[in-house]
């Protein structure tokens, strides 16, 4: 182990040992309560604001593209949790639109199912960060609580591939995992496309390309969704400075991921809530948080699916930041987030076919 890893290891542990303090020491450490457009901050949070803010942490558009994928998936590891119990786990490729592309195959515990219903998972990252490995904790979580198998991708990154090659990798992948389904033991209709973040936003582009298919998604589960790469909403402006992702942040992810100009703005591959017309796609459970400058344009998403006729249930988290799936072993209102979300997904498999 180097010593650069040594000492991200004890930084993780500290913060884990400060972040599990009684609430009534977190409180009077973090401050007075910090509140957004009617919203409190969930103390933990606020306390964990301040010890990033104590220890330096450089934010992402000041760091490199290698650094901050480095410093993201340490993140994602330190304060994910313990690894949930899962049956199996196969790292394999498909064939992908530019040569073979990595995925992750999670298979839950004491299952009996014959073809299990499956959950295709884009990870989050603003389509420059981010990583099978990053997210292995939360996807072992989503597996062994919602008794579904999760299928991971590990879809190409900008600035190395920008737009639409996230996209297309997307669309590939689902495409195999119709076709291939019933051979992997999995359900070709009973798959979830899902992802958090610009993972959602793949996961909705998905939603929204195949729907005409023969094995269409059941359901989107999408988890603070990029659906409008304008930036341009209210909680860009009244969460876009001290909730962990920043303006300046977001502005670093499109620098990388699209070309200069307005044109790949407006195109609904890159920003969801632009498309024409969203008729006949998946229903779609759709979460979002409180401090998140993409608050409102996942909302957003939620009004126009059902203006088109499609079930869209949304709940907010008021009082989490973006990026609280990373947060569940050191959040308490991380995990319960995480436990609703599941509980939800668990539901609406439940009513297929009734």
């Known amino acids: ?50 010890l990033l803010a104590y220890g330096g942490q450089p934010a ?4 490199s593209v290698a650094d901050a994928r480095e410093d993201f998936d340490a993140f994602m590891q330190l304060l994910g949790g313990k690894p949930a119990p899962v049956s199996s786990i196969l790292d394999r490729t498909l064939p992908g639109p530019a040569g073979p592309m990595r995925i992750r195959i999670y298979r839950p515990a004491d299952s009996v199912a014959r073809l299990l219903p499956t959950i295709l998972y884009f990870h989050g990252g603003g389509w420059v960060i981010g990583s099978l490995e990053g997210y292995d904790l939360a996807c072992r979580y989503f597996c ?15 600035p190395e591939h920008k737009f639409p090659a996230a996209v297309d990798d997307a669309v590939a992948s689902y495409r195999w995992l119709a076709g291939e389904a019933v051979s992997l033991g999995l359900d070709h209709d009973r798959i979830v496309v899902a992802g958090d973040s610009a993972g959602g936003a793949l996961a909705a582009v998905v939603a929204q390309t195949v729907r005409h298919e023969p094995h269409p998604p059941c359901l989107q589960w999408l988890i603070y969704p990029a659906t409008d790469m304008a930036g341009d909403t ?8 001290g909730f962990l992702l920043t303006q300046a942040d977001m502005a670093w992810f499109r620098m990388h991921y699209l070309s200069p100009g307005a044109a790949e703005v407006d195109d609904p591959r890159a920003s969801p809530l632009r498309s024409p017309d969203l008729s006949g796609v998946a229903p779609a459970l759709i979460f979002t948080a409180g401090f998140d400058p993409l608050r409102d344009e996942g909302q957003a998403y939620a009004g126009r699916l059902q203006a088109a006729g499609v079930k869209a249930i949304h709940r907010e988290f008021e009082t989490l930041i973006h990026g609280f799936i990373g947060m569940r072993g050191a959040v308490h209102a991380a995990a319960r987030a995480m436990d609703d979300m599941v509980a939800g997904v668990r539901h609406e498999l439940a009513q297929l076919g009734r």
Request: one cysteine or more.
């Open 1 to 50: 182990m180097s010593m650069k890893e040594i000492a991200r290891e004890l930084q993780g542990k500290v913060a884990n040992l400060a972040l599990r303090m009684p609430i009534s020491w977190v409180n009077i450490l973090a401050g007075p309560p910090v509140g957004v457009d009617g919203r409190t901050l969930d103390g933990r949070i606020q306390w964990f604001l301040k």
């Open 60 to 63: 992402v558009h000041t760091m």
């Open 144 to 158: 062994a609580r919602s008794g579904c198998a999760v299928v991971s991708v590990d879809y190409r990154l900008a």
């Open 234 to 241: 209210a909680s860009h402006k009244s969460c876009g400075e």
